[in-house]
């Protein structure tokens, strides 16, 4: 049985960690643990089931912790956004999924509170220094149910109408371990597939279908409840077993007791480390100021 996980740090896991074609390298600032890994060649992306290119993973407190903007490890995640980003331009940012259901919820809620500038500009603009602002623009895709439109199609007509320098995506993610739910950032250079921390993938978000660089942002909210089952039995997961735990052969996943609390912290997180990531020219305090 496959193992389901969005982290690539899970991935190299369970591929073991020898996989040739995989750079590895794990440091710590500001009191929290961060992973970069690299996927280098197609042999590597073969072994990991990952897309070739870097993958920042940073191990968080429990986001029921609260963070304000003042602490400086949103400082210290920002910077890790920015190294993905393109130094100028315009950056389109899209929070991805279906805010009515709680696991799925992280991309709009982090969506709402980045700040959206491309249309700031003029006289005003120069006079009260926000000139100075990054130019954003900020979409809730909503998801295929509700409006119709495959989510890649609708950022790729945006991008054809605005053209910009990059996408930044946002999404909930699965993964194989409860103790990583709320307590781990993945941000990658690959694209994303939207829907895949609740099971239910889309086509791909990636440079190649869209055209310009996709920067992926997201928290762990869900974990696929057979790969939970085959995890703590160590692998031995008979058929009548995996029956129990999808009746009728539905896909089942387990989610934290306090999902709204954590869905709403990550988006908080997320979205004051991104605005400043994208808007240096300002520190923290002035752009929650703006928001």
């Known amino acids: 049985m496959q193992l389901r996980t969005d982290l690539a740090i899970e ?14 390298k794990k440091y710590s600032e500001n009191g929290l643990e961060i992973s970069r890994l690299i996927i280098k060649n197609q042999r ?25 903007e003042t602490d400086e490890r949103l400082v210290t995640i920002g910077s890790e956004i920015k190294r993905l980003l393109p130094v100028n331009g315009l950056v389109l940012v899209v929070g991805l999924g ?4 709680t696991p799925d919820s992280l991309g709009p809620k982090t969506s709402r509170r980045v700040l959206a500038t491309r249309h700031i500009g003029g006289e005003i603009a120069r006079s009260t220094g926000l000139d100075k602002l990054r130019p954003v623009a900020v979409v809730q895709t909503g ?45 990658s250079d690959t694209g994303i597939s939207p829907g895949a921390g609740v099971g239910n993938h889309r086509t791909k978000i990636t440079k190649e279908t869209i055209g310009v660089p996709v920067i992926a942002i997201g928290v762990p909210t869900v974990v696929d409840a057979q790969t939970l ?26 989610i934290p007791r306090e999902i709204d609390l954590l869905t709403e912290r990550a988006s908080r997180l997320i979205s004051f480390a991104l605005n400043g990531a994208l808007q240096n020219e300002f520190d923290l305090p002035e752009l929650i100021s703006l928001m």
Not at 11 to 24: F, P, S
Not at 98 to 101: F, R, S
């Open 11 to 24: 991935a190299r896991e369970i591929a073991g960690e020898n996989v040739g074609g995989v750079e590895y």
């Open 44 to 68: 590597a992306k073969q072994a990991l089931g990952k897309e070739m290119g870097t993958y920042i993973t940073i191990e968080l407190p429990s986001l029921t912790d609260n963070f304000t």
């Open 98 to 101: 279906n805010i009515d259901i």
């Open 143 to 187: 998801v295929t149910g509700q409006t119709g439109i495959e989510t890649g199609e609708y950022i790729l007509s945006i991008v054809k109408r605005i053209r910009p320098n990059a996408v930044v995506a946002i999404d909930a993610l699965a993964s194989r371990k409860l103790e990583r739910l709320g307590c781990t950032l993945q941000i």
């Open 229 to 254: 089952a085959s995890d703590l039995l160590k692998g031995d997961c008979s058929a009548k077993m995996q029956k129990m735990i999808m009746p009728s052969g539905r896909q089942m996943v387990v």
